[in-house]
């Protein structure tokens, strides 16, 4: 029996499909926790709280993530609190959206040719407190990956551009990623403000030359329109 079936308590995010939340039985507790740019969200320290307490009044508590808890999903964080109680506790590694996202959108993430490394970082940025390694960032036969930064592309790009990554660098959004909505948003890092604005959240930016492999390599987006027209042939 899975874990989420043994749960007497599930604390969930958004970004939890819901295929997903269809497996928990009907009388489990379900909590949502989620945080949404522009919406009301769960302050972390109350997601943190309604943890221990459901823990201490002796529940078996599920705590499901988007993706993997370990990267961007302040895992760590809510397990320190749970440590510090001396409450036990299991990790399920997730696939995390850089792997998942990229790979339904046909982007390799590396490539002998084109990028021998690839970097993930988080587009919640402050210009007044920007300690980010931008001349790092911008380095050339690499893969930049940006989490949750579609309000601060301007700025991603300008930053980019100013320490030295091309412009005409290939860049990719994918809104989505991995469901049956996901839409994908191509064209040059000299634009990448421009297309943020018709992307929603949730997405994941991907700037480098890999994404130009996705012309060829795109086989989800095929795959759908395969289904299509043989449903409606």
């Known amino acids: 029996m899975s874990f989420l079936q043994q749960a007497d308590v599930v604390l969930y995010d958004y970004l939890v499909s819901e295929e997903i939340m269809d497996l928990l039985p009907k009388e489990v507790i379900q909590v949502c926790v989620g945080k949404r740019a522009g919406h009301h969200s769960v302050p972390q320290e109350k997601t ?49 959206a850089a792997a998942g996202a990229t790979a339904y959108a046909g982007i390799p993430l590396t490539h002998r040719d084109y990028a021998q490394s690839a970097m993930f970082i988080t587009g919640h940025l402050k210009a007044d407190s920007d300690n980010m390694d931008w001349s790092t960032l911008a380095r050339g036969n690499q893969t930049l990956v940006i989490y949750m930064g579609l309000m601060k592309s301007e700025y991603i790009q300008q930053q980019l551009i100013e320490h030295g990554r091309s412009a005409d660098t290939p860049l990719a959004i994918i809104e989505r990623g991995t469901q049956a909505t996901q839409k994908i948003f191509k064209g040059q890092l000299a634009n990448l403000s421009e297309l943020a604005k018709d992307a929603q959240s949730p997405s994941l930016i991907v700037i480098g030359e890999v994404v130009a492999l996705s012309e060829t390599l795109n086989w989800f987006e095929q795959e759908t329109s395969d289904d299509s027209q043989r449903r409606y042939a």
């Open 48 to 96: 943190n709280q309604l943890l221990v307490d459901f823990a201490q009044q002796g529940y078996r508590v599920a705590r499901i993530k988007g993706g993997d808890p370990f990267i961007f999903g302040r895992g760590g964080e809510e397990l320190e609190v749970l440590a510090e109680k001396g409450i036990r506790f299991h990790v399920i590694p997730g696939i995390t």
